[in-house]
């Protein structure tokens, strides 16, 4: 039995909730070292520079300012301050205009405000909607971001309300769900922008495949359904048999290379990820960014068991 077995995935996910875990884990240099690997920095002048070096190589980006679940206005407007800041930021870059942004930012509703007892839903539309209208003067694109089944129906709903003025917004559907299918039905229909991943949190049976290979499969379903569509797919995996599987839903919807890009985090198959954009496919690389780190260092962890390994591995490294 592996290290990641007995540890296993909910357990490792419960850790990231852990407020006296979290101090400790930032106490520690090697804690700090090993973050580097998917979180290249804390503030925008680390993720332009990230940026830079990944536009040399041909590939596109997707930033997300870390943090979720925000607990009062102040903090929800600290948030939209900090995009409106990334996006002045990223404007400044001479893009050419293309079909395909080359640079788009990620969402978290919850940091909007979603959750706010008071108004939530609306704080988080009309944040978001400041948000919508900075990127698209800055020729940058946006996702909404997924969290867990609990937010889906209230995410899924203003998505569609920001759609109604900014069709080029795109959204994340997670293939564990059980509903996942019929929202990708939806979405592709109405020609929206889907980044489908396989989900990062520890979602109960009733609503969630729990076995890897059922989980597979409902992707590869759901891909299915978005590449039959009218949207545009983004395929957010490292799963060698997802990536494998594109090629041929490509031939068979008769898409091309402009119609569906690849998505990949930020320090993970770093070499699959230049093989696929050398070969003349959009390969998007989900650059997370900021303090509140350690939330989404955990769900890195928790997904993959080569993660964990390597964090592991450098914590005994240190210590000798």
């Given at each position: 039995m592996g290290i990641f077995e007995r540890f296993g995935r909910p357990a490792i996910l419960a850790a990231g909730r852990q407020e006296g875990l979290r101090r400790t884990a930032e106490r520690l240099p090697v804690t700090r070292e090993v973050v580097h690997r998917f979180v290249p920095g804390e503030t925008i002048a680390d993720v332009t520079n990230s940026v830079e070096q990944l536009r040399d190589s041909r590939r596109l980006v997707s930033i997300d300012y870390l943090g979720e679940d925000v607990t009062d206005t102040d903090a929800a407007d600290a948030t939209v301050e900090a995009y409106q800041r990334l996006l002045e930021a990223l404007a400044t870059r001479d893009e050419?205009?293309?079909a395909v942004r080359p640079l788009e930012v990620s969402l978290k509703l919850s940091a909007l405000g979603?959750?706010?007892p008071r108004d939530g839903e609306k704080i988080a539309l009309e944040n978001a909607r400041a948000i919508c209208e900075r990127a698209q003067r800055a020729g940058v694109w946006v996702t909404i971001d997924a969290e867990d089944h609990t937010t889906t129906d209230s995410t899924l709903s203003l998505v569609r309300e920001l759609r109604a003025d900014f069709d080029w917004v795109g959204t994340v559907l997670q293939?564990?769900?059980k509903r996942t299918h019929g929202d990708c039905t939806e979405f592709a229909a109405s020609g929206a922008r889907i980044r489908l991943c396989?989900?990062?949190?520890?979602?109960?049976?009733?609503?969630a495949h729990r076995d890897r290979d059922d989980v597979t499969d409902s992707?590869?379903?759901c891909l299915g359904v978005l590449m039959g569509g009218t949207g545009y797919p983004m395929v957010a995996s490292h799963d060698p048999a997802i990536i494998d599987a594109v090629p041929a839903l490509v031939r068979e919807n008769s898409r091309s290379a402009d119609d569906f890009e690849y998505q990949m985090l930020y320090g993970i198959r770093?070499?699959?990820q230049r093989r696929l954009a050398e070969e003349g496919n959009h390969v998007r690389v989900y650059v997370p960014f900021g303090t509140q780190w350690y939330g989404y260092f955990v769900r890195r962890l928790a997904e993959r068991p080569a993660n964990l390994k390597f964090f592991?591995?450098?914590l005994a490294e240190r210590r000798h």
């Open positions: 050419v205009p293309a979603q959750a706010l293939a564990y769900l396989k989900g990062a949190y520890d979602e109960p049976a009733s609503v992707y590869l379903r770093d070499k699959e592991l591995r450098a």
